[in-house]
């Protein structure tokens, strides 16, 4: 039998290791940090970098002199297969990147430890056109945030990977999904909508990053009784695909 001594320091011991492994996830970031975002070379905190969306990197490291030097450090190796579209995102070496259908991992970016992964329990019933792709997610303050193919958003708990809430924003048999990574912007993430390839109305969506509640929609598409409705064709008969009168 174990002494009560050797027992506690046992705990003890896990809970620091814990703690110690859990620092990498601790960095937070501020609304300030993504608009001054190119100040960060280091970090890669929103989809195309900062906000000018250039994609451009002010690192260095990497020169036409080295470049035939680099050799290979860590392979992550993803549980499904077919096109991986997402950017990741870096936040103080921990990176955070999508994979097919709406799962998000946190890795350590200097090594590809994994700390967490999140699933989406995307239902098999959803009419997202042309793949079941995922380009990114939005960080800000301590959550990260998802755009699913159901037409949901997710906040995700930045350290645990624990889910925050999840909202749904438009009715998935009517063809709509989300491809597309957020952009969080102040105290909101935005997002817009995709299937176009079946006929939907188009919208921009922007949520209260902390509850999830939608704050404002805009349509790329007029409504009745609004300015330039008329310019559209009507729904036809019994149309073969979806439209949005």
Known sequence: MKSAPTAARRILLTIILGCIAAGGLAAQVPFDSLREAAREPHNWLTYSGTYFSQRYSLLDQITPDNVGDLELQWVYQTPVFGPWQATPIVVDGVMYVSQRPNDIV???????RVYWTYSYP?????????GANNRGVAVLDDRV?????????????????????????????????????PLAVKDKV?????????GIRGFISAFDAATGEEVWRFHTIPGPG???????????PNPQTYCDP
């Open 190 to 198: 935005i997002i817009g909508t995709t299937g176009g390839d079946r």
């Open 226 to 236: 609004e300015p330039g409705h008329e310019t559209w064709e009507p729904c036809p």
């Open 145 to 181: 945030f998802m755009a699913t193919l159901d037409a949901h958003v997710v906040a995700i708990d930045a350290s645990s990977g624990a889910q925050l809430w999840d909202v749904e924003v438009a009715d998935k048999h009517l063809s709509y999904s989300f491809t597309a990574a």
């Open 122 to 130: 995307t239902p098999s019933d959803h009419r997202g056109c042309c």
């Open 106 to 112: 946190a890795l350590d970016a200097r090594t590809g």
